[in-house]
């Protein structure tokens, strides 16, 4: 059964500062992988969608790697801004079904 | 696009009774998602539908839970009698299909069963 870990569970950071955010599953046969953005009362926004044949992608700020092999990936915002103060959830989807397992997600403070 | 709208955003509602949670997806968007959201379980997806057809409800914790999708514009998330362990946030997505096709998700509705 696939299982989707995010580490760490929060994460308090000075603006300007550049970080990573960590997301590791236990089975490597994922189709792809998503990031997503949460904030509070909000649904969720799509961040950055891998392929399970790429190895990353990136969208302004925004970088993200998948490692399947070792069953990882890394969301890396470079330039930390107070707006960037969200839950971040990765997701992955096993098979052509769109059928996604969440991780728990990382709540990100940054701090002016 | 107005993006996926659901309705209503917050129910409260006492135990036994039954609660309807709507969704309109993005018209194109051809895969609709159901998920609940709580501290506890996180994100779990309920039930989701193909071209209207459901495709998948192994997520259903329930006899109690039920979901249609009518047409392409419409989808619905009945629970009936409605429990307090139920509270949570259902959220409603969708996507241009199955597979490598990203989620659009909708504002959730918190739904609280007293």
């Known amino acids: 059964k696939q299982e989707v870990t995010q580490i760490p569970a929060a994460l308090s950071v000075p603006e300007g500062e550049n970080l990573v955010l960590n997301c590791s599953f236990t089975?490597?046969?994922?189709?792809?992988l998503q990031w997503f953005r949460q904030d509070p009362g909000k649904g969720l926004t799509s961040l950055l969608l891998?392929?399970?044949?790429?190895r990353e992608q990136t969208s302004g700020r925004l970088n993200a790697s998948l490692d399947k092999s070792s069953g990882r990936s890394t969301l890396y915002i470079a330039a930390s801004q107070p707006g960037d103060s969200a839950t971040y959830l990765c997701a992955v989807s096993q098979g052509n079904t769109g059928k996604l397992i969440f991780g728990q997600g990382t709540t990100l403070q940054v701090k002016p | 696009d107005a993006g996926v709208i659901q309705s209503p955003r917050h129910e409260v509602t006492e135990m036994g009774q039954e609660v309807t949670l709507r969704c309109k997806p993005i018209?194109?968007?051809?895969?609709l998602f159901w998920y609940r959201q709580t501290m506890m379980r996180g994100l779990e997806l309920l039930i989701y539908f193909n071209n209207n057809v459901p495709i998948d409800d192994s997520g259903m914790p329930e006899d109690r839970f039920s979901a249609k999708m009518p047409n392409a514009s419409f989808s619905t998330l009945k629970i009936q009698p409605s429990e307090p362990r139920d509270s949570a946030v259902y959220f409603c997505a969708s996507s241009l299909g199955t597979g490598s096709y990203e989620q659009y998700f909708g504002p959730g509705t918190r739904l609280t069963v007293t």
């Open positions: 891998i392929q399970s044949s790429q």
């Open positions: 089975d490597s046969a994922i189709y792809n």
């Open positions: 018209s194109g968007h051809n895969s």
